[in-house]
Nanobody
Framework: QVQLVESGGGSVPAGGSLRLSCAAS????????MAWFRQAPGKEREGIAT????????NYADSVKGRFTISRVGRQNTVSLQMNSLKVEDTATYYC??????????????????WGQGTQVTVSS
């Protein structure tokens, strides 16, 4: 049984930083995409960063490029999301996801088979 557990959310002022972590258990193999999505109230879920565990290649949405960094922690199935220069519009519930479908690279939510419970990030002005 695959489980994804996020941690690290919280409240910060604009311009601040936060680091989210996602610990995955039950995943087998390295041909896995892990990603971070976010959803703000009244908005659709948005894919913002993904990493392919086989070669550590990453992909980012334009909205976070240059500010957020997704990385794998060692050889574990744990990924982190370092968020710098946070903006008020980054306020959302952040979800970790994992899947093996290559469409996952393009942030297609349906390509992800497993989801975490979400962690809240609030950025104040």
């Amino acid at each position: 049984q695959v489980q994804l557990v996020e941690s690290g959310g919280g409240s910060v002022p604009a311009g601040g930083s936060l680091r989210l972590s996602c610990a995955a258990s039950g995943l087998t193999g390295s041909s896995v995409y892990m990603a971070w999505f976010r959803q703000a109230p009244g908005k659709e879920r948005e894919g913002i960063a993904t990493i392919y565990l086989q070669d550590y290649v990453t992909n980012y949405a334009d909205s976070v490029k240059g500010r957020f960094t997704i990385s794998r922690v060692g050889r574990q199935n744990t990924v982190s999301l370092q968020m710098n220069s946070l903006k008020v519009e980054d306020t959302a519930t952040y979800y970790c996801a994992a899947g093996v479908n290559p469409a996952a690279w393009l942030f297609r939510a349906h390509a992800y088979d497993y989801w975490g419970q979400g962690t809240q990030v609030t950025v104040s002005s």
